[in-house]
């Protein structure tokens, strides 16, 4: 069975500063999905990055860079210089089957001005 | 983008009663649609697999007769409340996947509908 850790279950950080969001997960495909949602206070999911299993290259986004690690199942993501707008929950993600998705439980990040 | 429109965003209801919840593939045709559920502060749990033309493939643990699910066209799909509880009250969220993307292409998800059981 796929299961997605989210080990932090809530980050406050100072305005400017950087701070990474980690996740783990497990799964027994060899061909996957992992994703990044955004979840702000209003509800929505704010769909940040997708990354499949066979490209482990890093990504950088602006602000925002995740770190794929095959080796350690771990997809982390990393939000550099942060501001108050980055304070949300934040979701990792994993897709096996066609669409299925399995969430990790969530980081609430606050960003404190 | 694609968008998928869900509506209501939030509803209150009794005890009792019924609530039906749409989700609109606004800009694509989606095959399946999936429903989510949030409990206050805890993460999404995956309730259904909608399938257009189909009977939906519920998740272990989700009653079928409660969670009435009709997908009968390629950009509609209905998640109705049957017989709602207070424990029912939760956030419901629906995504759908574009029948034409290649690939596990990423989700577009609905705003989602707070639901209310008082």
């Known amino acids: 069975a796929q299961k997605v850790t989210q080990a932090q279950t809530e980050i406050s950080v100072v305005e400017k500063e950087d701070v990474t969001l980690d996740c783990v997960y497990e799964?027994?495909?060899?061909?996957?999905?992992l994703f990044w949602y955004k979840q702000p206070p209003s509800g929505e999911l704010v769909f940040l990055i997708r990354r499949n299993s066979f490209d482990e290259q890093n990504e950088i986004s602006g602000r925002y860079s995740w770190n794929f690690q095959k080796s350690t199942s771990s997809f982390n993501f990393t939000i550099t210089a942060s501001q108050v707008v980055d304070s949300a929950v934040y979701f990792c993600?994993?897709?096996?089957?066609?669409?299925?998705?399995?969430f990790g439980t969530g980081t609430r990040l606050t960003i404190i001005p | 983008g694609a968008v998928v429109s869900q509506h209501p965003s939030w509803v209150i209801c009794k005890s009792g009663t019924s609530v039906k919840i749409e989700c609109r593939s606004l800009?694509?045709?989606?095959?399946?649609m999936f429903w989510y559920r949030q409990f206050p502060k805890q993460s999404l749990m995956l309730m259904a697999t909608?399938?257009?033309?189909?009977?939906?493939?519920?998740e272990q643990g989700v009653e079928k007769d409660k969670f009435l699910i009709n997908h009968a066209s390629l950009t509609l799909s209905t998640l109705t409340v049957t017989s709602a509880h207070p424990e029912d009250s939760s956030f419901y969220i629906c995504s759908a996947r574009d029948a034409h993307e290649m690939g596990n292409s990423p989700l577009h998800f609905g705003n989602g509908t707070r639901l209310t059981v008082t």
């Open positions: 993600a994993l897709s096996e089957a066609w669409g299925k998705l399995t």
């Open positions: 799964t027994r495909d060899t061909t996957y999905y």
């Open positions: 909608s399938n257009e033309g189909s009977k939906a493939t519920y």
């Open positions: 800009d694509f045709q989606a095959t399946t």
